[in-house]
């Protein structure tokens, strides 16, 4: 077998159809939804192609093929398969087939950015200003636990990677990810990975497990590249007890959602736990939320920056927007402009910025005027 190819010769010659695609490196997601429907996402925008598989059964033969190189298996009784290719490609894929496909054999494949992106760029591409930008790296400084928030291909795990970038030197990092995708440029880091269950229903490695590993091996900060089941309970644990500076990311749609959401999934953790302990936690591990969202443009930016402060009266999550994106307006070419803008809100830990000598002066929150 050759290791010119994505897995060899006989996998890149299965999926020789769409070699194109992946090929090209302004792709980042290749969608197929049945033999004859292909779809991509360019420049954070989704457009047809005219690509196409000959027939259902080349499909699901590509299919069969790339289960059997990571040693899965995909069939009736298991119709889904989600797996990351290894280097030098590293992508990731998600299948399902039919009957549960009623389109015929779906597969989306999405591509990892080869290139490491700084916070310079992202400030450069528009999704966040210079001073949001330093607002979350003094954040990160201070060992802030951060909540990342958004939608499906919002841009969570591309922001993820760069605070994690901006850790200061001489700390032990510990990320744990269901597939690896994070790229993160920092000296002293180990990275974990999630283990599927075999044909046999054994050998799982949960994110949750994984966790409670790490807890033994002395990390200074964990990153969990996506909370989605009980394993938050452990991570908001793991955020009150000394391991601070922590992050991790959440689908969901605003600040107090992401809040929420995290409540319900560390619910499921341990039914033992009451749920105002749990509410209690929660406000009390996490300091800050960054929502971030995918535009109609195919832009994604910050879209707020929200602090954590406990729990009001009501029992609700107090969450303070520090800064908010304007009101967006169509341009040229359907661009929307607009920029975070501060709102007028003071972080409560703005002693720890000005005890700690950091150059981020208090009229940098000030509202600006109408």
């Known amino acids: ?32 939804n049945g033999p004859k429907s292909i779809f991509i996402e360019r420049n954070g925008k989704v457009e047809k192609t ?122 032990r990092l510990i990320v744990i990810e269901d597939a690896s995708e994070l790229s993160i440029d920092y000296e002293h880091v180990v990275f974990f990975e999630t283990k599927m269950a075999n044909a046999e229903g054994n050998g799982e490695v949960t994110i949750r497990d994984l966790l409670k590993s790490s807890l033994r091996l002395r990390p200074d900060r964990i990153v969990v590249g996506e909370v989605r089941g009980a394993e938050a309970l452990e991570l908001i644990s793991a955020m009150n007890t000394g391991h601070r500076g922590c992050f991790g990311t959440i689908h969901s749609n605003s600040p107090q959602d992401a809040m929420v959401r995290l409540e319900a999934l560390a619910q499921g953790g341990d039914s033992k736990i009451s749920e105002k302990a749990i509410c209690q936690q929660i406000a009390s591990a996490v300091d800050m939320v960054v929502q971030i969202s995918r535009f109609s443009d195919g832009s994604r930016r910050i879209q707020e920056i929200s602090e954590v402060n406990g729990l009001d009266e009501d029992g609700n999550y107090a969450l303070t927007p520090i800064y908010e994106l304007g009101n967006l307006k169509r341009g040229a070419g359907g661009k929307l402009h607009g920029e975070l803008e501060p709102t007028g809100a003071i972080p409560s830990f703005m002693d720890e910025i000005e005890d700690n000598r950091i150059p981020f002066t208090r009229d940098k929150f000030l509202k600006k005027a109408a």
Request: glycine share 10%; charged share 25%.
């Open 50 to 171: 005219d690509f196409e598989f000959p027939d259902e059964d080349s499909l699901i033969a590509a299919v069969n093929n790339i289960a059997q190189s990571v040693g899965r298996v995909i069939d009736e009784d298991n119709p889904t398969l989600d797996a990351r290719l290894p280097a030098p490609k590293n992508y990731r894929i998600h299948a399902v087939i039919p009957p549960c496909a009623r389109n015929g054999t779906t597969i989306a494949i999405r591509k990892f950015s080869k290139v490491q992106m700084t916070l310079k760029d992202y400030i450069r591409f528009g999704a966040i200003t210079p001073d949001g930008a330093q607002f979350l790296d003094l954040s990160v400084f201070l060992g802030k636990n951060i909540l990342v928030s958004g939608g499906t291909g919002s841009g969570k795990t591309t922001l993820l990677g760069l605070l994690a970038g901006r850790i200061p030197d001489g700390q």
């Open 1 to 32: 077998m050759s290791d010119g190819g994505l897995f060899g010769d006989s996998v890149d010659n299965f999926l020789l159809p769409i070699k194109e695609l992946l090929d090209d490196e302004s792709v980042t997601e290749v969608m197929i």
